[in-house]
Every structure is written in structure tokens, then in C-alpha cells.
């Protein structure tokens, strides 16, 4: 059975850093990665998608990674700001039944 | 505006009283599921619907019904709601759950607390 792990479940960092979320997973048979961001009473919104051939996609300050044979992804946060403040989750699409296998999320805080 | 809402956002009700969470998409989208999120977990689907009248159970169906009657309204039952259903829930949707390329659409999300 698919597990999504995401390590920290927090992180505090000062503004302007570049930053990494981490996201693993333990069955490569995967249709595509997904990072969703998520904010307080606004739902899940979606940011990059990274179909199961690709390495990475990018979205301006975001950079996403796929690396299916050793079960990570990783999203880059460059230059981080204040506003990026919120709750990052990765979920794998199986391509056996097409669901989504969620990580509980890391809570990133970016101080002014 | 594309979007996917949901309502009621709040709701506090209490042990076997049927309720309703409505989902409606406007984007004509196939695919329309149900998540709930709980602290420390990841989200956990409910049940998902490929097309209009086709649904199918997720992870965690017990406790709770759908109906897709019409593409774009997805409605999430709760016949005998009871307090370990207390959750934050989500509807969503995408044109089609298989195509590699597809993003879901979330609604902002149905707070209930069942006492």
C-alpha cells in the first residue's frame, strides 16, 4: 500500500532563504507527483504537477523534483517570503486506480 | 470564475442527525471526489465519482453516502453522523482522474463538528 511521507511536519525560516520540502513515497508506480498548497479557511490550491516521465517543473520562485526510483520529491521554495507562508502537501497519483495518496503536509512559517 | 463550492463551511450538529455537504463545480469537470483531513494525517478520500451516476468507494467510505445525479453537483451524506466523523472536508474535482496531466480544483472546505 502507497505511503506518502513529508519530513519536517514544520519548518521556520527567516525570510529570504532558499528552502526545501521533502515528500517520499514507497511505491514508484505513480502516474504523476503532485504539491498542493494549503491556507487557512481557503481550501487546497494546486502549484506544480510533475508527470511520472519528468524530473522537474518549475513555477517561478517554485521548482519541483521527481525521482520515482528512489521515492522522493522534493519542491524548491527560492527566496522565500512571508507570503509563503502556509501548508505544503505532496500527493502521488497511482496509475493502478487513480487516486491520490496525500503526506500530512509540512507547516511552513516564514518570519519577516 | 472556475471554482468548486461548497456549503454549509461551518457545521455543528449533533449524534444522528442526518446532514448534507453540497459540492458543485462549474467547470464541467467528470471527475468530483470527497476528502476529509484530520490532524496529523494526510487527506483521505471518502468517495469519488468518474462520471455522471458512476461513483465508487475511497479509503474511508464508512458512514457516509453520494450521489452524482447530475456532472456538476456531487453531494456528501451523512445518514447517522457521529462524533469520529468530526473532520475538515473537501470536495474536489478535475476533467478526468486519469490523464497524467490533470490538476484537481478543491472547494474551501466544510468544517464539521458532530457532538
Known amino acids: 500500500k502507497q505511503e506518502v511521507t513529508q519530513i519536517p511536519a514544520a519548518l521556520s525560516v527567516p525570510e529570504g532563504e532558499n528552502l526545501v520540502l521533502n515528500c517520499s513515497f514507497t511505491d514508484s508506480a505513480i502516474y504523476n507527483l503532485q504539491w498542493f498548497r494549503q491556507d487557512p479557511g481557503k481550501g487546497l490550491t494546486s502549484l506544480l504537477l510533475?508527470?511520472?516521465s519528468q524530473r522537474e517543473q518549475t513555477s517561478g520562485r517554485l521548482n519541483a523534483s521527481l525521482d520515482k526510483s528512489s521515492g522522493r520529491s522534493t519542491l524548491y521554495i527560492a527566496a522565500s517570503q512571508p507570503g509563503d507562508s502556509a501548508t505544503y502537501l505532496c500527493a502521488a497519483l497511482m496509475d493502478s486506480n487513480y487516486q491520490l495518496i496525500w503526506g500530512a503536509g509540512t507547516k511552513l512559517i516564514i518570519k519577516p | 470564475e472556475a471554482q468548486v463550492t461548497q456549503n454549509p463551511r461551518y457545521l455543528i450538529t449533533v449524534t444522528g442527525k442526518k446532514l448534507t455537504v453540497t459540492c458543485s463545480q462549474n467547470m464541467n469537470h467528470e471527475y468530483m471526489s470527497w476528502y476529509r483531513q484530520d490532524p496529523g494525517l494526510g487527506l483521505r478520500q471518502i468517495y469519488y465519482?468518474?462520471?455522471?451516476?458512476?461513483?465508487d468507494k475511497g479509503d474511508v467510505p464508512e458512514g457516509y453516502k453520494v450521489s452524482r445525479k447530475e456532472k456538476r453537483n456531487f453531494p456528501l451524506i451523512l445518514e447517522s453522523p457521529s462524533p469520529n466523523q468530526t473532520s475538515l472536508y473537501f470536495c474536489a474535482s478535475s476533467y478526468a482522474a486519469y490523464r497524467s496531466t490533470d490538476t484537481q480544483y478543491f472547494g474551501p472546505g466544510t468544517r464539521l463538528t458532530v457532538l
Open positions: 510533475i508527470q511520472s
Open positions: 465519482s468518474m462520471n455522471v451516476e458512476v461513483t
